[in-house]
């Protein structure tokens, strides 16, 4: 029993490796599977670091004043270990439910499976409605904020134009990734990606250590509990990036290898953030909390100007990212999941892009966006659902016994996994959901009664207008001109 269940395992997802075995291999297809056809180990872990750390590393040195440096250092470190650990959660029910379909004789040729789908198969279709909505809702604000930080990068080269315009303009850009068709199709940009924030994250620590200490440079943090907790909720948000797991997963040639790649992906990640918020906090200090970008504070240069179209274009990569798993669930409730025509599949997928620039003109608060999403979604959709989802699926003897992955002994095996799910459950339903809900619901109305919403310029610096002329009041008035005779009645006689 333990062989033929471990044959069924290796065997799953092996599809492009059976159809292409054998067949002969031109310089087209090469190039091909060299830029475009990803699927391995490697594929999946640039596009899960990528993906994991896009705009937030501009907002960390935001959340470093609102909690301190060592609260700052804590949280990654535990929310990275979190994160980790429910992404392997989710592979595991991912493999689990793939296992059992294709035992059923099920082809997932044409078909991207999701992660509502896995629940739907393992746990049924009320766990599928409540998974549907809350991945939905987050993807669907994690591509608001990657339109937001767009505009609010290229403001930092460009402020002839407000950021609201650059919203306009960037929406209509990101539009176009509605012609990728898949996450097999993000090798070169998911490699790219993961290049281009690890230049932006030393320029921002190497700049930030050349620039030194502001004058009277202060470090508050933390000072109030709602700055606490929203700074806290962010970095939830930063490390919660494995909503698109599963999809990720369903790319690979042999998904059953995903298991330690989030933890490996988050690892390179925190060689990234912690560096670069540390130094920002550490030169600018309470001025962050003013200044939710951390290229406001840093000043113009070639290098500083390189950082910004870089995350521009990465921004853009991570946009499709959080969008492409919504273009799945529109085709696949409009039927058009399966069709062939990459333009047909293309024009169907424009609606999805339509609400995510509305609410990116609706709600520009760069940083507060991130802590509001990570407390209200983030917390459900990528820590307590998928803990309590497998709490719940192998909660039978049964089901543990025949389970295609067994949890790993340096956990405690079932006992271990089950008591550091119900810790993950308890802890962000009530340090995340409830004390960072919140404090984040707090600072965003806060943001909503100070700026607006549609507010043209988010956090822009006042204009410059020139001062007006001081007139001397010894000097003699200027001489009327030449050719001006005054009206007779004004005339005085000596």
């Given at each position: 029993?333990?062989?033929?269940?471990?044959?069924?395992?290796?065997?799953?997802?092996?599809?492009?490796?059976?159809?292409?075995?054998?067949?002969?291999?031109?310089?087209?297809?090469?190039?091909?599977?060299?830029?475009?056809?990803?699927?391995?180990?490697?594929?999946?872990?640039?596009?899960?670091a990528?993906?994991?750390?896009?705009?937030?590393?501009?907002?960390?040195?935001y959340?470093?004043?609102?909690?301190?440096?060592?609260?700052?250092?804590?949280?990654?470190?535990?929310?990275?270990?979190?994160?980790?650990w429910t992404?392997?959660?989710?592979?595991?029910?991912?493999?689990?439910?793939?296992?059992?379909?294709?035992?059923?004789?099920?082809?997932?040729?044409?078909?991207?499976?999701?992660?509502?789908?896995?629940?739907?198969g393992?746990?049924?279709?009320?766990?599928?409605?409540?998974?549907?909505?809350?991945?939905?809702?987050?993807?669907?604000?994690?591509?608001?904020?990657?339109?937001?930080?767009?505009?609010?990068?290229?403001?930092?080269?460009?402020?002839?134009?407000?950021?609201?315009?650059?919203?306009?303009i960037?929406?209509?850009?990101?539009?176009?990734?509605?012609?990728?068709?898949?996450?097999?199709?993000?090798r070169?940009?998911?490699?790219?990606?993961?290049?281009?924030?690890?230049?932006?994250?030393?320029?921002?620590?190497?700049?930030?250590?050349?620039h030194g200490?502001?004058?009277g440079?202060?470090?508050?943090?933390?000072?109030?509990?709602?700055l606490?907790?929203?700074?806290?909720?962010?970095?939830?948000?930063?490390?919660?990036?494995?909503?698109?797991?599963?999809?990720?997963?369903?790319?690979?040639?042999?998904?059953?290898?995903?298991?330690?790649?989030?933890?490996?992906a988050?690892l390179?990640?925190?060689?990234?953030?912690?560096?670069?918020?540390?130094?920002?906090?550490?030169?600018f200090?309470?001025?962050?909390?003013?200044?939710?970008?951390?290229?406001?504070?840093?000043?113009?240069?070639?290098?500083r100007?390189?950082?910004?179209?870089l995350?521009?274009?990465?921004?853009?990569?991570?946009?499709?990212?959080a969008?492409?798993?919504?273009?799945?669930?529109?085709?696949?409730?409009?039927g058009?999941?399966?069709?062939?025509?990459?333009?047909?599949?293309?024009?169907?997928?424009?609606?999805?892009?339509?609400?995510?620039?509305?609410?990116?003109?609706?709600?520009?608060?760069?940083g507060?966006?991130?802590?509001?999403?990570?407390?209200?979604?983030?917390?459900?959709?990528?820590y307590?659902?998928?803990?309590?989802?497998?709490?719940?699926?192998?909660?039978?003897?049964?089901?543990?016994?025949?389970?295609?992955?067994?949890?790993?002994?340096?956990?405690?095996?079932?006992?271990?996994?089950?008591?550091?799910?119900?810790?993950?459950?308890?802890?962000?339903?009530?340090v995340?959901?409830?004390?960072?809900?919140?404090?984040?619901?707090?600072?965003?109305?806060?943001?909503?009664?100070?700026?607006?919403?549609?507010?043209?310029?988010?956090?822009?610096?006042?204009?410059?207008?020139?001062?007006?002329?001081?007139?001397?009041?010894?000097?003699?008035?200027?001489?009327?001109?030449?050719?001006?005779?005054?009206?007779?009645?004004?005339?005085?006689?000596?």
């Amino acid at each position: 029993m333990a062989t033929d269940k471990a044959v069924e395992t290796v065997i799953v997802g092996n599809y492009v490796e059976m159809e292409t075995e054998g067949k002969p291999t031109d310089v087209k297809t090469k190039i091909s599977k060299l830029f475009w056809q990803g699927g391995s180990v490697y594929d999946a872990w640039f596009s899960c670091a990528s993906n994991q750390v896009a705009q937030v590393l501009l907002t960390l040195p935001y959340s470093f004043s609102q909690l301190g440096m060592m609260s700052g250092i804590l949280f990654q470190l535990f929310y990275g270990l979190m994160g980790s650990w429910t992404a392997y959660l989710i592979s595991i029910l991912y493999i689990e439910y793939r296992t059992r379909k294709e035992r059923e004789k099920v082809d997932f040729r044409n078909h991207v499976i999701q992660w509502f789908e896995v629940l739907d198969g393992l746990l049924g279709k009320h766990w599928r409605n409540v998974g549907l909505a809350f991945n939905c809702t987050f993807l669907l604000f994690g591509s608001v904020i990657q339109l937001i930080a767009c505009a609010s990068n290229i403001y930092y080269i460009n402020d002839n134009l407000d950021k609201r315009t650059w919203t306009y303009i960037f929406g209509a850009c990101c539009a176009t990734t509605v012609f990728i068709p898949s996450f097999h199709n993000y090798r070169i940009w998911s490699f790219l990606g993961l290049l281009m924030t690890t230049y932006t994250a030393w320029y921002l620590a190497v700049a930030s250590l050349l620039h030194g200490q502001v004058e009277g440079v202060k470090h508050s943090g933390p000072s109030k509990l709602v700055l606490y907790f929203t700074g806290a909720t962010n970095i939830l948000y930063t490390f919660g990036g494995h909503a698109v797991t599963v999809e990720i997963m369903h790319a690979m040639w042999k998904p059953q290898k995903f298991k330690a790649i989030y933890l490996l992906a988050t690892l390179y990640v925190l060689t990234l953030t912690l560096p670069s918020a540390a130094a920002v906090y550490w030169a600018f200090g309470d001025m962050l909390l003013n200044h939710s970008n951390a290229f406001a504070l840093l000043p113009r240069s070639p290098f500083r100007d390189m950082a910004v179209i870089l995350m521009l274009i990465h921004q853009f990569i991570t946009f499709g990212f959080a969008c492409t798993p919504l273009y799945f669930v529109w085709e696949k409730a409009i039927g058009m999941h399966e069709c062939k025509s990459l333009c047909k599949r293309a024009a169907a997928r424009l609606p999805v892009v339509i609400p995510i620039w509305f609410l990116a003109i609706v709600f520009p608060f760069f940083g507060p966006i991130n802590s509001t999403v990570g407390s209200l979604l983030v917390s459900f959709t990528v820590y307590i659902i998928p803990a309590l989802a497998h709490i719940f699926t192998f909660k039978s003897a049964a089901a543990r016994e025949n389970a295609v992955e067994q949890p790993p002994k340096f956990v405690g095996r079932w006992i271990g996994a089950y008591v550091i799910n119900i810790f993950v459950v308890v802890w962000v339903l009530i340090v995340g959901f409830g004390f960072g809900g919140w404090a984040s619901m707090v600072n965003f109305i806060h943001q909503i009664d100070t700026f607006g919403l549609f507010t043209k310029c988010y956090q822009c610096p006042p204009q410059q207008f020139p001062p007006p002329p001081v007139m001397n009041a010894t000097a003699p008035l200027p001489p009327p001109p030449g050719n001006l005779t005054l009206p007779h009645h004004i005339i005085r006689k000596p």
